[in-house]
């Protein structure tokens, strides 16, 4: 038997016809007597969007367009993973906005050119992205054929990202059994906008539809050995700001090295023509405080910040100490380049005790705002 062995397996509830919005996609995975590997899960389909505003042909040259810091992780709206020993250890609500938060964290408008970005359908510019969404359509009288876009992602889940201090970043399958994997397909309007997307029902419909999803991994032998393994989970924490003056108070049921938010007007959320991913700017942001109690000392920490170049610095470090990221001043201009974080430089129990942030701004009732929290976990197995 190989040491080293690609596992691809088919979704348990598989439609030939593909899955649209608001699908479940579930898939079981089982390796029996053997390890997986960290870092190795990957999502990989077709896609077809199809809009009758656009005369239902994604190849003509309407204007259907990807987030292209996100990619093709716009398609899914969740991600569950469960395995047999413990039960659900991860449950990532409004994923795709979790991707773009940290993409715009991490990621460079030079490192979408790099192969791993392209197969997930990222792209340094708009433009790009819906070239991509496209396919291909080749008229070629010796080679003529129209096929689907198609994407490789690698997921930000637990599975991708658990690791042990001895090296052995691998899950045996005594220790797990099975492990289910379920993805939720996000809404069109959540996923795709452009001129050429329907706002209402009234003046057309949009679709996507995903065919051939399969999802891949690498496992090797048992070697009998076991490592405990740090697994970081992802906890949503959505709110709307309706005022001028915010007090969002959370409870999160988990230890917590940090948080990270972002923010969108809800006038743009799903309206067809604008982002759904953007990472829009607060109006009049003058003030903006984090305050929480410390559970190492039992000690209230308060961090108060009053200007963008720090909340930006803030909101970067709350995803990794990386100075490699697309969230600048100059996409702020823009507006759609801003967040804001905090790391808390340790492990936090924030079951013990609510977390609260504070903001002083422009928002009113007239024109509100949705704020998505993402508190990074951490959990053991």
């Not at 204007?63 to 398609?75: R, V």
């Not at 009049?284 to 909340?311: G, R, W």
Request: one cysteine or more.
């Amino acid at each position: 038997m190989s040491n080293l062995i690609y596992h691809i397996v088919t979704p348990e509830n598989d439609n030939p016809n593909g899955f649209q919005e608001f699908d479940m996609i579930d898939f079981v995975l089982n390796y029996p007597d053997r390890k997986l590997l960290s870092n190795t899960v990957r999502l990989v389909g077709d896609v077809l969007v199809t809009s009758t505003k656009a005369n239902n042909n994604v190849f003509a040259t309407n204007n259907i367009y990807l987030d292209n810091l996100t990619g093709a992780h716009s398609f899914f709206d969740s991600i569950q993973t469960s395995i047999d020993s413990v039960g659900q250890i991860e449950n990532i609500l409004e994923y795709s906005k979790y991707v773009k938060a940290k993409a715009l964290a991490t990621t460079s408008p030079s490192d979408l050119f790099k192969a791993s970005a392209v197969c997930e359908m990222k792209a340094p510019n708009l433009s790009w992205s819906r070239v991509t969404l496209k396919g291909v359509n080749a008229t070629r009288a010796d080679d003529a054929r129209t096929d689907n876009a198609n994407f490789s992602i690698k997921p930000d889940i637990c599975l991708n990202s658990m690791f042990s201090e001895t090296g052995d970043n691998s899950l045996s399958y005594r220790k797990s059994g099975q492990i289910r994997v379920s993805v939720r397909v996000n809404r069109g309007l959540s996923a795709v906008f452009g001129p050429s997307v329907p706002e209402t029902s009234a003046i057309g419909s949009l679709t996507i539809t995903l065919t051939n999803v399969r999802l891949h991994f690498q496992s090797i032998l048992d070697d009998g050995q076991d490592s405990v393994l740090t697994m970081p989970n992802i906890i949503n924490v959505k709110s709307t700001i309706q005022s001028s003056f915010a007090n969002i108070n959370c409870a999160v049921p988990a230890i917590c090295r940090g948080v990270t938010a972002t923010f969108i007007e809800q006038s743009k959320e799903n309206s067809g023509l604008s982002n759904p991913l953007a990472c829009n700017n607060v109006p009049q942001l003058s003030k903006l405080q984090f305050i929480y109690n410390n559970t190492i000392n039992n000690s209230l920490v308060s961090y108060q910040i009053t200007d963008y170049p720090e909340m930006l610095e803030r909101f970067k470090d709350s995803v990794s100490l990386s100075r490699h990221s697309s969230a600048s001043l100059l996409n702020v201009k823009h507006n759609n380049g801003f967040g804001i974080g905090l790391s808390f430089g340790g492990l936090m129990d924030l079951s013990r005790s609510r977390f609260n942030i504070q903001m002083t701004s422009a928002i009113s009732n007239v024109s509100p705002f949705t704020i998505n929290m993402f508190f990074h976990g951490v959990q053991t197995l």
